[in-house]
């Protein structure tokens, strides 16, 4: 006769919701409870309306996975001897059966191999303002992979105490970069910082600074102008394996005798317009590219930039190959492919619409520019064929 549960272990997943990683760990956890061992879980965000606190005195909690532990959360835990899994060092006064760590050093790596390996020479780094140690510990792996490849790299220093001034602090900064720097910012929502920066300095990207972030929100990534590339982490895999631990712990009630420390880490660069190697000092090819993206979704074509340039085609033609080494026809039709290319990644829209709304007369037109082009159909750019 099978031995049956009494009931399915109660987790508590405390998370801060303004980070994509820290979602990305519910996902995973979530995944593993709809394959393995369901949980009734109490999860909190942070957002409106939650409870802030736990009822001390019907403390019913078998397990907690955490970003955070407010202090009289870690005096229960305590208390109870309740299994828990930490991201970084948090609640040092609880000793946790497990630590989410990240390989910043590797992700630095990552950085620093993208962004010498397109041949950018002069390099920057920004940190997260408050000096966090993840951020610090990216900073110093960053300027070493480039200091070891025989260049220098600047860093911000931020004012800690003073956030009002650290945006007109960072432009004036950034002003004093050599261009073009390639500049690492320690995760995506400083990347967006710097992005701003930038445009109210007056300074191109990536044309004056190439931008590279962490974390690949994409909302944050792709609603910038340019888009950020950025770089993803193992978020998901993370919070699996954690949640595959403590459900261990929790079904053999055998807690390790030590720390097992879990460790996440990026592996690849989802590379945006931010960091693209192809910054032209030309004023007139600029305005000609920022004209191509603005219009990207009409069928225009290289007599209408003429007329809205108010250049000859000549001098158009002439300037913009020699600043890139590719025609203007050329230019049009790869940023087209590269437009179709996410609408058919990212939507199940027909190809027929997608064909109107990246320029192309229509989809037979969008098909053989891709057999052309790209050596494939549209239809093999699916994601979920």
């Known amino acids: ?70 202090p009289e959360l870690s005096a229960l835990i305590r208390r109870h001897r309740t299994p828990t899994i930490v991201m970084n060092d948090i609640g040092s006064e609880v000793r946790p059966i497990a630590r989410i760590l990240c390989d910043n050093a590797a992700i630095a790596r990552l950085a620093a191999d993208t962004l010498t390996g397109v041949g950018f020479q002069n390099f920057a780094f920004v940190g997260e303002r408050s000096g966090i140690q ?63 920066a930038c445009h109210a300095a007056g300074l191109a990207v990536p044309d004056d600074i190439a931008i590279l972030g962490v974390d690949d929100d994409e909302v944050i990534c792709e609603t910038a102008t340019p888009a950020l590339s950025s770089i993803p982490l193992s978020m998901e895999d993370a919070g699996f394996r954690a949640a595959e631990m403590l459900d261990h712990v929790l079904a053999t009630r055998r807690r390790p005798r030590g720390t097992t420390d ?22 007139l090819v600029r305005r000609c590219r920022v004209l191509m993206e603005a219009n990207v979704g009409r069928p225009f074509n290289v007599t209408d930039l003429v007329a809205s340039l108010g250049v000859s085609r000549r001098t158009l033609e002439t300037r913009f190959r020699a600043a890139t080494g590719r025609s203007l026809n050329t230019e049009i039709t790869e940023m087209r492919i590269r437009r179709a290319k996410t609408m058919l990644a990212k939507s199940s829209m027909p190809q027929a619409a997608i064909a109107t709304a990246c320029g192309f007369c229509d989809a037979s037109h969008l098909n053989v520019i891709f057999r052309r082009h790209c050596g494939a159909p549209p239809s093999a750019f699916r994601e979920n064929k």
């Open 262 to 283: 879990i460790i996440f880490t990026g592996t690849r660069v989802v590379a945006r317009r931010s960091t693209a190697r192809d910054a032209v000092a030309d004023a």
């Open 134 to 196: 993840w951020s610090v510990e990216r900073e110093q792996a960053f300027a070493a992979e480039i200091a070891r490849r025989g260049f220098p790299c600047h860093v911000y220093q931020a004012d800690r105490d003073d956030a009002s001034e650290d945006n007109r602090n960072l432009q004036e900064w950034l002003l004093g970069l050599p261009r073009p720097t390639a500049l690492f910012a320690a995760y995506d929502i400083r990347a967006r910082q710097v992005l701003d």
């Open 1 to 70: 006769m099978a031995r049956l549960a009494n009931s399915m272990p109660h987790v508590a997943i405390l998370l801060e919701s303004t980070y994509a990683t820290h979602t990305q760990i519910l996902r995973g956890i979530l995944r593993f409870t709809q394959l393995h061992t369901p949980w009734t879980l109490d999860v909190r965000m942070g957002r409106a309306g939650e409870p802030t606190s736990f009822d001390a005195v019907k403390w019913n909690v078998d397990g907690v996975i955490a970003t955070r532990l407010p």
